[in-house]
């Protein structure tokens, strides 16, 4: 029987979950199966601001690809760059001299445990190479099946949705899923993709400026960091209509080890984002004090 449109993601994790003869779906079960078992190998190069923009994500050369990713963003974000060039190489696997008919699914050719039709519904077959829709939607089945699931995800959702569309500029989602654990791991990849797409509006005197008034409002720690980040994103927002692009590249704030670290992250970045200001132009000038109380005035209100 062959799932319909919406299945894959109810079907994903359990299928997914038991790969070849019970083995769990792992990335390095991806690696053995794209990689070691065709003969060919993959590379990862994490890549740092001071090393300029980053042209490529990946490079095909005798037989190794060289996948590169921004070393500052979050362990998710990086993993899941990396997955969508196996997505990539994965959906163009198909042989070239068969009929469309004949043409087993890559997915399939790569993972055959998967169960009959779930790749015709999830990614279906392209007469040409796969556009950026299809690797992305194989990308995100491959890392959800790998993510753990968090205990209680509609609570995480309702609280980034909000700031998914403010970063992206309120455009619909990438990938439209159909759970709630789904939809919370495309939630915490589009963020950071509007991150890396909104970094090179990041100010050092907004920075300089966001962590000092987050320390004079009385925060600290983590909080302190996510309402210093939030000024900043503010800011990058507002640049960015006008063109305004930094000439020094900065680090991204810091992003998450593991998956629910970066959801605990963002969710703290979003209470924030929403109730903090970005400093006026007039205030991004170095060496003129920041107006902590003035930006973090609603932010504080939600501390007590």
Known sequence: MTPRARAPWVLAS?????LCSGRQASMGLYIE????ATGRRLREHPWAPKDGELPVTCLSIAGTDHVFYPRDTSKPHQQHIV???MAARALRGAAPDTTDSEREHPLNQLL???PEGLMEAAVPQLPGPPDETAVEQLATLMGYSITPQMPRPGRALAALEP???ALDGGSQPTIA???GDAYLYRQVIDINDAMWRLRQHLSAPVREQAQASARRAGFAGDEAAAVAAAIEWRAALRARPRGQVETQVLPLPAGGADFA???????ALAKAFHGVRAPARSEQTVGRPPRGRAELAVATRHRH
């Open 14 to 18: 359990t299928a997914f979950a038991a």
């Open 33 to 36: 199966r794209l990689y070691t």
């Open 83 to 85: 997955l969508r060039e």
């Open 112 to 114: 055959p445990d998967l």
């Open 163 to 165: 700031l998914r569309a």
């Open 177 to 179: 899923a159909t759970t």
């Open 261 to 267: 670290e970066e959801v605990s992250r963002l969710a």
